[in-house]
């Protein structure tokens, strides 16, 4: 967060070498969304449940994808919905707390191309430790509906 507040910005791609627990995360990341989702869209998916209290289990339902972001907002957003860019509708959940952003989106592209997908964390050994330099990009919340930046 440090790094975040006091960095002058020359671009909006921020690269960290991170040590970190792939799958670990990506479980933790679900199981916050599905915390907050008042819709139970996550809870009802089939295959979700399994994969976050199996903690050996890889298999995450194909039509989730995780994708991460930098921030420094102070505005905090945590829900779901749906959102229409010009790639089309969009059926997503947001939780932002800094120095991160986390985003799922469900059965529809994510709405930005330069999210840091977090999906593939799927393949890794549960508790496993790697270094993993990530090009995550820095990115300020626009309004309280999920998946749109300044």
């Known amino acids: 967060m440090m790094a975040l507040t006091n960095r002058i910005w020359a671009s909006k791609v921020i690269t960290f070498e991170y040590a970190i627990q792939p799958l670990n995360i990506l479980k933790q990341v679900l199981s916050m969304f599905m915390s907050i989702d008042t819709s139970d869209q996550l809870l009802n998916l089939e295959g979700l449940s399994k994969f976050l209290l199996d903690k050996d289990s890889q298999t995450l339902p194909e039509i989730i994808r995780v994708f991460v972001y930098h921030t420094a907002t102070k505005q905090v957003r945590n829900g779901w919905g749906m959102a229409r860019t010009e790639k089309g509708f969009h059926t997503l959940g947001e939780i932002t707390y800094p120095p991160f952003g986390l ?3 469900l059965n529809s592209e994510p709405t930005r191309n330069d999210f840091f997908e977090i999906t593939d964390f ?3 050994v549960f508790n496993r430790t790697v270094q993993a330099r990530m ?12 998946g749109l930046y300044t």
């Open 122 to 124: 799927k393949n890794y």
């Open 135 to 146: 090009t995550i990009p820095f990115l300020t919340p626009k309004t309280y509906i999920p």
């Open 103 to 105: 985003v799922y989106a």
